[in-house]
């Protein structure tokens, strides 16, 4: 008898010792804003796009100077302009989801927020033969709501650590400013290749990149400063 209860209690420690492992392993959302890093490695990444001009003549400044970079891609503008997406992808860049319509998440329920990441993925795939792995929510977004779906998601949410503020009718000398007093190694740039006014970004990237690439850094694509590929 005494036997048996002692192996009862031995039976109840070990059923808490795992509802207290299962529990306690709970799964965390993968956010990345920089990286730390011995490299003098940074990312360039550019959000809203693709845009019928804009884009192009970033690809253009950016095959001048043989830098990768990470677009962020709007699925409504890849359906309005499809030649400029598959021309960031045939370039050998990497593309991100950024929504469909690029809402505000924190307004947005879990299925809301699922659609508008599934429709930007699709669009992605029908029209580029392209599938992402990185997302950037709208502003940077980052709610309970989108967590949830991250968790059942297989993306990787990808902000940043140095904001050029170009989406700000900024002067092309404030952008490139904030960009070369600003940065550090493992940085993720923001920057946009859609602007709904006069962008200044072609502009300011032409001096950031040479400034840059004088000072040592190397630039790569976000999955490849994450070493995820
Ligand atoms: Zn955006």
Known sequence: MKRER??????CCLFLLIRFLAFSSVAEVKVYRSVETEKKQIALT???GPHPRLTPKILEILARYNVPATFFMVGQNILNYPEAARAVINAGHEVGNHTFTHPHIASLNENAIFEEIGKCEETLAELCEYRPHLLRTPQGALTPNLENCLLEDDYILVLWSLDTRDWDNKSTATIVRAVLDGVSAGDII??????????????????????????????????????IR
């Open 46 to 48: 550019f959000d809203d």
């Open 190 to 227: 923001l920057m946009h290749d859609y602007i709904g006014y006069n962008s200044k970004t072609p502009e300011a990237l032409e001096q950031i990149i040479p400034a840059l690439l004088s000072q040592g850094y190397e630039f790569v694509t976000v999955s490849e400063l994450l070493g």
């Open 6 to 11: 002692r192996f009862l209690t031995i039976l």
